[in-house]
């Protein structure tokens, strides 16, 4: 059966005709692989509607909509790397792993060590599937999720700061490299991210992102990316749009 995945979401769901219904109770009961795959997505969508909901910001959320749209678009007639029900599935499962354990109340000591250490284990995984998103290379969709997951995100370690940093900077796509930066913002407040942010000035080239990154900067009041600014205004091959916000941080920062 085609596409088994979506018609067992669509089963779940409750969204199919009866004779699609029928058709796809006949599959599990003929095939151990897909009635196993119906219990392994029934227990994440219920685990999902039992988490609190993780809401990327608005700006994420259009953008990773409009990517997966153009890849979608640009994939027909190739072979695809994913399909919207498997990328579905992997950002659900990520945005599961961060949530779990939420309202969790356990009684005894040995329960709650056990518990936790269950629990590190899923966040190790949840980082590792983060991270392989955001380092995927087929997909600037893919790796928007993982930028989008590091956004929801209450502490970032090094190796996750990095992988951010190295997206805002290198990503050949400006919704990622957004996205990248919306997610370090969350921890401007630490001085190792604050420090790659000032020093991410210099080495920007997406002026999309440069203007971004400046106005961040001034929200912060970071005076000491002034000289950083004066710079930009007399680069030649800075666009006056940069220019102008830089020029304008200036002014707000003296």
Do not use: C
């Amino acid at each position: 059966m085609e596409n088994i995945e979506s018609k067992l979401i669509d089963y779940i769901d409750g969204k199919l005709d009866e004779k699609e219904r029928v058709a796809v109770e006949r599959e599990m009961a003929q095939n151990e692989k897909a009635s196993k795959l119906y219990e392994q997505l029934l227990k994440i969508i219920q685990e999902m509607e039992r988490v609190q909901d993780v809401k990327p910001s608005q700006s994420l959320q259009q953008n990773f909509e409009k990517m997966l749209a153009e890849e979608m678009q640009q994939a027909k007639g190739k072979q695809l790397f994913f399909h919207p029900v498997a990328l579905r599935i992997a950002a659900g499962v990520v945005f599961l792993l961060l949530g779990i354990g939420i309202g969790f109340w356990l009684n005894s000591s040995y329960q709650q060590k056990r518990e936790i250490a269950r629990l590190r284990h899923e966040m190790d995984s949840t980082k590792q599937a983060m991270l392989g998103l955001l380092t995927n290379q087929q997909s600037a969709s893919q790796r928007m999720v993982g930028a989008t997951v590091a956004y929801q995100l209450v502490k970032a370690d090094d190796e996750i700061v990095n992988a951010l940093v190295k997206a805002m900077n290198e990503d050949p796509n400006t919704n990622v490299r957004l996205a990248a930066l919306e997610a370090l913002g969350k921890f401007k407040h630490e001085a190792s991210v604050r420090k790659v942010l000032i020093e991410s000035l210099a080495k920007q080239n997406d002026p999309v992102v440069q203007i971004s990154l400046i106005q961040m900067m001034v929200d912060m009041k970071e005076k000491s990316i002034i000289g950083e600014l004066e710079k930009l205004t007399q680069q030649k091959e800075i666009l006056k749009a940069v220019k102008d916000e830089a020029y304008t941080g200036i002014l707000k920062l003296s």
